[in-house]
């Protein structure tokens, strides 16, 4: 069964940073094009970066610029760089496939920012 498991957030002040980081034992990232995704309280979850098979990366305006999509193959690990962060990016943030598997959801990663 495929569970990912999400870490890296927590609680930062307005311009700060945070990585967020994203495994998964049966599911072989390089392979795959992997997604961020992130859920404001009382929204939808939206898709906020991607990285395909060849390493391209593509983001929503709203993040273009300030996040970074990586990932390392050899730890089978995807990474989401967050840098200049804002109230308005506090949400809690998700791994999946692009598109995403309903059933490979995992709890996802808390991230809130103080203005």
């Known amino acids: 069964q495929v569970q990912l498991v999400e870490s890296g957030g927590g609680l930062v002040q307005t311009g700060g940073s945070l990585r967020l980081s994203c495994t998964h034992s049966g599911l072989v990232f390089s392979v795959n094009t992997m997604g961020w995704y992130r859920q404001p309280p009382g929204k939808e979850r939206e898709l906020i970066a991607r990285i395909f098979r060849s390493g391209l990366t593509e983001y929503a305006d709203s993040v273009k610029g300030r996040f970074t999509i990586s990932r390392d193959s050899a730890e089978n690990t995807l990474f989401l760089q967050m840098d200049t962060l804002k109230p308005e990016d506090a949400a809690v943030y998700y791994c999946?496939?692009?598109?995403?598997?309903?059933?490979?959801w995992g709890q996802g990663t808390q991230v809130t920012v103080s203005s």
């Open positions: 999946n496939l692009s598109p995403p598997i309903r059933t490979y």
